[in-house]
RNA sequence: GGAGAGGUGGCUGAGUGGUCGAAAGCGACGGAUUGCUAAUCCGUUGAGUGGGGACCAUCCCUGCUCCGAGGGUUCGAAUCCCUCCCUCUCCGCCA
């Protein structure tokens, strides 16, 4: 959410703004209703104070034990004036919150303009592509050669974009997901949380995730709860409506929880294998700063993410992403993508987001700077990793010509002692 | 799932239709005092939004809204009615 004062004071930055991101909210429309509404609510409170002066009024008389029916009689009309306003405000903050909800955050003032995704640029880059005296294979290959991987299986439970990781595939994700945990943890300072992982409709809307993708996500027919497109609901959300200690921030949070996401539409496009799926696992990075930290504090979060590749000795580089590639609630983000020589390709793995105060307008978060006022907290997260193209990345840089993996380093004592991957046998009983 | 109790300001907790935005305590802040790592006393202390003033930041005056959320009754509601949400207790069920 944005401030409304920004609106009315500033609404060619705003309409840039919005441009910018390619949304289309009509901040015309609301500008005209802001107005009306303002002016209405003018006269509202004058009626109302016209009734709290006369309330007050009857209840001395009634305290003399004088009779108050005249007064009575001449405030009933007072009072259906005010109840019309009241109706006319009403139907207006209705139509302003449906378009307010739909205008984007606006982008930092240094995020290069541009249409789409050719429009990010790569700032940074760590290590090198690893090279091959073969031609390296794709993760499905090799996971089916191993057995570790059935997205057959997972197809014939849930439907396809929902594989199956077995035997060492399951230790690895697991692995993978302890490690980055203890590492988040234990050296960078996160507290580990364990949230719901369904939610309501008003987290949702916090985040930005609602309305504009609500078609995006999963929801139970009873209930009508959401299940989290990330973990970034839950943790964002973990102090709605509280006025947070200013003596307590930083407070940075991270969780490992399922992600559920219908990619409707994105069928048939760079889906194949762990690509991309309806249903992964996610350490997720939160922070709530103070306005002047929250810059430095993205570029923490950004490089306690980044220490997780670099543990994993996996190529990645860094990419600021443009006007048009931002998210509706991000201000600026920083994806990183991790380099997977099976498929060939840069794989995002974390966006590192700054939302400025906006995700904690929506809920009510705040904090009390040291001259005792509230203002609101600001809001910064990140993968620390998804852990699908993680996994991705590690099978298809660490192969051996004849399909088996080696283990990273980081991984060997989490996966107990095992240094290198080799076919699952089946285990019967 | 069934029955009951309750949701009030940073916290605890009074308040059952009329100067209640709301007692009291705690905490916090400011001040006074005291030489013994603290006590005592005094004062201030919810949020949001609009208007006016001022050495227009840290201020002052003032209107309105907010006592879980949303409706309703009434001249007037924290207080009465309805719906929903949440918490707690007991029972049932259950990993």
Redesign the pocket.
């Known amino acids: 959410m944005l401030d409304v004062?920004l609106l009315r004071a500033e609404p060619e930055r705003v309409r840039e703004g919005i441009a910018a991101k390619g949304e289309t909210a009509d901040l015309d429309r609301w500008l005209r209703l802001d107005r009306e509404r303002?002016e209405l609510l003018?006269e509202w409170?004058?009626c109302?104070?016209e009734?709290?002066?006369?309330?007050?009024e009857?209840?001395?008389a009634?305290k003399e034990g004088r009779d108050?029916a005249e007064e009575?009689a001449a405030?009933?009309a007072v009072?259906a004036r005010e109840k019309e306003l009241k109706g006319r405000i009403?139907a207006a903050e209705t139509e302003l919150s449906e378009i307010l909800v739909r205008i984007p955050n606006l982008p930092a003032e240094d995020v290069p303009r541009g249409p789409d995704e050719s429009g990010n640029v790569e700032i940074a880059r760590w290590g090198e592509p690893r090279e091959f005296a073969f031609p390296p294979r794709a993760h499905w290959d090799l996971g089916a050669g191993l057995r570790i991987l059935d997205l057959r299986a997972g197809g014939e439970i849930a439907g396809s974009g929902f594989p199956v990781l077995k035997g060492a595939g399951a230790r690895l994700e697991r692995a993978l997901a302890q490690f980055m945990l203890d590492l988040h943890t234990e050296r960078h300072g996160y507290t580990e949380v364990s949230p719901p992982h369904l939610s309501r409709a008003d987290p949702m809307v916090a985040c930005g995730q609602i309305p504009k993708l609500e078609a995006d996500m999963y929801r139970c027919d009873r209930g009508g709860l959401y299940l989290i497109p990330t973990g970034e609901v839950p943790l964002t959300n973990l102090h709605r409506g509280e006025?947070l200690e200013g003596g307590r921030l930083p407070l940075r949070y991270t969780t490992l929880t399922p992600c559920y996401r219908r990619e409707a539409g994105a069928a048939g496009k760079d889906t194949r294998g762990l690509i991309r799926v309806h249903q992964f696992q996610k350490v997720e990075l939160m922070v709530f700063a103070r306005p002047e930290e929250s810059e430095d504090e993205l570029l923490r979060l950004r490089g306690c993410a980044e220490e997780v590749l670099r543990r994993l000795g996996l190529h990645y580089r860094v990419v600021l992403l443009c006007t048009g590639d931002l998210s509706f609630a991000g201000r600026r983000t920083f994806d990183l993508e991790v380099w997977a020589p099976g498929v060939g390709r840069y794989l995002e793995v974390s966006s590192a987001t700054g939302f400025g105060d906006f995700q904690a307008r929506r809920a009510d978060t705040?904090f009390r700077d040291p001259?005792?006022?509230?203002r609101y907290v600001h809001t910064l997260n990140g993968s620390g990793l998804a852990l699908p193209r993680t996994i991705i990345a590690v099978m298809e840089s660490y192969q051996r010509e004849d399909g088996s993996i080696d283990v990273p380093e980081a991984l060997i004592p989490y996966m107990g002692g095992l240094t290198r991957i080799r076919p699952e046998e089946d285990r019967h009983e």
């Not at 009734?51 to 007050?56: E, P, Q, R």
């Not at 001259?371 to 509230?374: Q, T």
């Open positions: 004062r303002r003018a409170e004058r109302r104070a009734l709290n002066a006369g309330g007050a009857i209840a001395r009634k108050a009575i405030l009933r009072k009403d006025i705040r001259g005792g006022k509230p």
